[in-house]
């Protein structure tokens, strides 16, 4: 199975089709009834559901606020070509997810910029940046077959001595 997944998707005479008419869509009921980010360390202002509706983050602390995806989430937050963005809740059926040959990935955030293209943000920390081949290589492929609608960025901590704000700005040049 991987081997055709590999071939279907990645062969150099491979032509993966999407669509951004089906699949992922933003819409005020989202996420409904997951654990939320409580907005005592710090009040998202983009974020698609308000900042009281925010799916609590990966890390550290009772709703993820002291870990470094609430710091990305952050960095998101404040840049001024972003209309919106939500925190991706991973198998959730609301979910933005690529196929992998071994399931599915689901990115830490997705964001509606002001222009219209959707940007795609997988976060890693340092000890997971190695093991995320894949997940590169499937976000390389949704953004190349996007026609230019869609922007993956596989975002480090910290990466050319670049802030995650810095990648994400980068990659949407």
Known sequence: MPGEY???????????ELSFENGFRFHDSMFAGVPCY????YRFAKH???WDRVPRFDGKGDDGAEGDE????QQLD??????????NVAKHPDAFWLPLASGRTYPDFVAKLKDGRL???????????????????????????????GIYVFAEKERDGMSVKQ?????MQ
């Open 38 to 41: 409580r907005g005592a360390k």
């Open 78 to 87: 404040s840049i001024g070509d972003v209309e919106f963005w939500v925190r």
């Open 6 to 16: 590999q071939r279907c998707l990645f062969a150099a005479d491979a032509k993966p």
């Open 70 to 73: 609430f710091k990305a989430a």
């Open 119 to 149: 940007l795609v943000v997988e976060y890693k920390g340092d000890h997971l940046v190695a093991d995320s081949t894949a997940k590169r290589a499937i976000g390389a492929l949704w953004q190349g077959a996007s026609d230019g609608q």
């Open 48 to 50: 698609y559901l308000g």
């Open 167 to 171: 990648q994400i700005i980068t990659a």
